[in-house]
């Protein structure tokens, strides 16, 4: 595995969280186009990197191929990396991502708010349960 690659992705998914727990504003993102543009991105970038976290584990452990983001989640989970119950999760953060970026006209500022506000912590666990997985690792 691209370990170099991998702790790439997961170093940038870490420091978007840490960034946002230090300039985020949740209560001013109805209010702020800048800040509603700011945390919006910096989450948008923080769950592509999850997602190309998971294509890399995927690939690497010869899973199966994937036809959507969420069935690379359900493959990690499938092999050990997330637990199960994470699934219903990872499905709504892999649609925030797509209305983020296919959508962008219709995102929801509380929506925005309340991720910045509640669900940083889903982030940076998927972040530490993928080091965790790696470091007791000895190969695929």
Known sequence: MDRALLER???HILD???????RA????????????????YTLQTAIQAAIDAAALIVAERRCG?????RELFEKLAGDGWLP??????????????????????????????????????DLRSFARA?????DGEVGP
């Not at 978007?16 to 230090?22: C, D, G, I, N, T």
Request: proline content about 3%; glycine content about 2%.
């Open 9 to 11: 992705h997961l170093a």
């Open 25 to 40: 504003e949740p209560g001013r993102i109805a209010t702020d186009p800048v800040q509603l543009a700011f945390v919006t």
């Open 130 to 134: 993928i080091r965790r997985r790696l």
């Open 65 to 69: 191929a994937a036809r959507t983001h």
């Open 16 to 22: 978007q969280v840490a960034l946002l727990h230090r």
């Open 84 to 121: 199960e119950e994470s699934l219903s999760l990872w499905r709504r953060i892999v649609a925030f991502r797509n209305v983020v970026v296919h959508r962008y006209v219709d995102v929801d500022h509380e929506v925005v708010a309340a991720i910045a506000r509640d669900h940083l912590g």
